[in-house]
């Protein structure tokens, strides 16, 4: 089992993949960045994971699919994906902002991303996790009882 928590980055231009990637790599410290421009590669590779937990950095539009099909196309194994993802467009509409709010998606920037805004993004949903991490650590009933889940 892996004991990281890695970003997951899908964009279907490598431009906007490796700058999303070097921006990440100079703050994220609690598993790797891997990114992905072929999203039916993004999504066999996420599916062949052992553990079903990571944060997700996706473009909108994907070529000919959408971010919002990603996610759904994963979300058997990451229960989660939604609200661990980070959405990212070239414009912010009405749809898009829809979308996010309907899909459980709470993080939407802008293209050009800020540096910071993607920091605090990427670390609202890290915190999430050591957070949980915490409390299992310290409190010997709460993870008796998550284990009963």
Not at 1 to 6: A, Q, R
Not at 20 to 48: P, Q, R
Not at 56 to 83: M, N, R, T, Y
Not at 99 to 127: F, G, N, W
Request: aromatic fraction near 10%; glycine fraction near 4%; include cysteine.
């Amino acid at each position: 089992m892996s004991d990281e928590l890695d970003v997951i980055i899908v964009d279907d231009d490598p431009s906007v993949c490796e700058v999303l990637t070097d921006m990440i790599k100079k703050f994220y410290t609690w598993g790797n960045v891997i990114s992905f421009t072929d999203v039916d590669e993004a999504i066999s590779y996420c599916l062949s994971l052992e553990v079903g937990v990571g944060i997700f950095v996706i473009d909108v539009f994907l070529g000919g699919q959408s971010g919002f099909c990603f996610l759904d196309s994963i979300k058997d194994k990451f229960p989660a994906a939604h609200e661990d993802s980070v959405v990212i467009t070239g414009s912010a509409s009405d749809d898009v902002v829809n979308m996010c709010i309907s899909s459980d998606v709470h993080y939407l920037l802008e293209k050009p991303i800020r540096p910071y805004a993607l920091q605090l993004a990427v670390r609202a949903i890290v915190t999430k996790y050591l957070t949980f991490a915490r409390r299992l650590l310290r409190d010997p009933s709460f993870a008796a009882n998550v284990t009963k889940f």
